[in-house]
């Protein structure tokens, strides 16, 4: 029996290959060889994933990293680069007949490997002998830290040591190099990113046109979830959609929508290659915002596109985050829900109380791209280091800004009750909060806006075909 069918049969039927060319595979393995210079790197493919049993599966999700190397969108693979002797092998193991017969034909391993410039493969369990061969002569393994229990399993194994000391040995110079090279997009990746996007637009436009007093959430998300499968593939996260709004990751759906709410919703799609999208908007139920409404929404629509104005290589993101607090506050204010100076308001991390997370991340191959590695090698340097003030510490992408680096910018106003409870018990920033004006709208909701930039030579764009984002074109889009 094979390794595949020991996991699952059924669920791994994929026969047709979706792939960039041979070269871009090739290239990016030998510009990671370059890099990491030494020593041996593993890279895991993932595995299926039961739901309920080991053949009934979740939706198959290869990992990105062994997508960006190894093009291959298939369970029970793994990939080594051997930097020293400068050879290359995919571990894995070819389809018997038993699995044909209920998976259909399937391309022999060694041809796969061949598709994405490999020449070498061997067995899946020979990467035991393999890895320990290697280590007993004292070269290193570069490995990426890993997020799935099997593969933790695994990683143990090979490494002969327990799951829980593996983070002690996991690769920060394997992490660093593909960093280097996966958060430069590239422009066939930009035309996949696209294809995402262009997904993400139909379900938060047919979000817009459902949403109507009387619909429940889970209908409007389980429709989304729909376009996003015609689409190519599936959602890049879990539909977040609410009249809650104020809830930022709202993945529970069971309301039904009520005249005089917003309804937010945060989803996107991912591209038949797996590079995602991701958008916010927040609309009014009954079609038409309420001045309340609308007051908040343009503070927000602004802090959004002050920062499509400014960003451009050489920015700090961490400033465009503080240019989005900057203009809350400023019109938090003006509405008198904040007072006293704004700058100082910014710098005691005052504005946090409405928006508590960061302006945005990165977007790629995972929708917070390369989070599994660890947000700070993806967000932060040398130079930039996290805060640790409520919020900013929260704001997952903060360094400079470079060309071709794909990127969210998604500020929003909430009231949370129970965060506005505990700040005003402890009257923190109570120089900058009307702690009463504030309590008259702890049955708002929450407002985000959420758009994907790509940054130019001298500045940005917004990713794809515009959705409604205006009041005006918001309302126009809900009555058609
Ligand atoms: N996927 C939630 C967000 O970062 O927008
Ligand atoms: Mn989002
Ligand atoms: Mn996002």
Redesign the pocket.
């Known amino acids: 029996m094979s390794y595949i069918s020991s996991f699952n049969r059924a669920a791994c039927s994929k026969t047709t290959i979706i792939m960039f060319s041979t070269q871009v595979y090739t290239d990016r393995r030998n510009k990671l060889k370059k890099g990491v210079k030494s020593g041996i790197v593993l890279l895991l493919g993932n595995s299926e994933s039961p739901m309920s049993y080991a053949s009934n599966t979740y939706h198959y999700r290869q990992d990105s990293s062994f997508l960006y190397f190894f093009g291959l969108d298939s369970p029970g693979l793994a990939g080594v680069l051997d930097i020293d002797n400068n050879e290359e092998f995919l571990f894995g193991n070819d389809f018997d007949l038993d699995d044909i017969i209920w998976m259909g034909s399937q391309p022999k391993l060694a041809d796969r490997a061949q598709m994405v410039g490999v020449s070498k493969t061997k067995a899946f369990d020979k990467l035991y002998k393999f890895i320990k061969k290697a280590r007993k002569q004292g070269r290193k393994v570069h490995f990426l830290p890993p997020y799935r229990g099997d593969n933790k399993i695994l990683l143990s194994k090979l490494m002969d040591t327990s799951v829980d000391k593996l983070a002690k040995k996991i690769s920060e110079k394997l992490i660093k190099e593909i960093v280097k090279l996966r958060e430069i997009k590239d422009t066939y990746e930009i035309e996949e990113i696209n294809k995402a996007i262009d997904t993400g637009y139909q379900m938060h436009v047919t979000a817009m046109k459902m949403a109507k007093p009387g619909v429940s959430e889970q209908e409007i998300a389980g429709f989304l979830e729909g376009i996003a499968a015609a689409g190519g593939n599936m959602v890049s996260f879990p539909i977040i959609l609410s009249q809650n709004g104020q809830t930022l990751h709202n993945h529970l759906h069971n309301n039904t929508l009520d005249e005089g709410r917003l309804m937010l919703t ?1 989803a996107g799609a991912e591209s038949p290659m797996h590079y995602a999208s ?1 958008f916010t908007r927040t609309v009014p139920v009954s079609g038409k915002y309420s001045q309340r409404q609308r007051e908040v929404y343009e503070i927000v629509l602004r802090a959004n596109t002050e920062v499509i104005k400014q960003s451009k290589p050489g920015v700090l993101y961490r400033d465009m985050h503080l240019l989005a607090a900057k203009t809350i506050a400023t019109g938090l204010s003006e509405l008198g829900l904040m007072k006293g100076n704004v700058d100082d308001a910014v710098q005691n991390g005052a504005h946090a109380l409405f928006m508590p997370h960061g302006l ?2 990165m977007m790629g191959l995972d ?1 917070h791209d390369m989070e599994n590695f660890g947000e700070d090698f993806v967000g932060y340097n040398k130079k930039i280091k996290r805060s640790d003030q409520f919020g900013l510490a929260y704001l997952r992408f903060a360094k400079e800004l470079k060309v071709g680096h794909v990127i ?1 910018d ?1 500020p929003g106003i909430y009231f949370i009750p129970e965060l506005l409870a505990n700040w005003r018990a402890d009257k923190i920033n109570a120089d900058f909060i009307n702690y009463d004006k504030v309590e008259s709208y702890l049955d708002f909701g929450g407002i985000r806006i ?1 758009d994907d930039l790509l940054i130019t030579d001298d500045g940005c764009i917004e990713m794809g075909k515009k959705i409604p984002k205006t009041v005006a074109e918001v309302e126009k889009t809900m009555a058609e």
């Open positions: 945060d991701d945005g991340h929708v969210t998604e959420e």
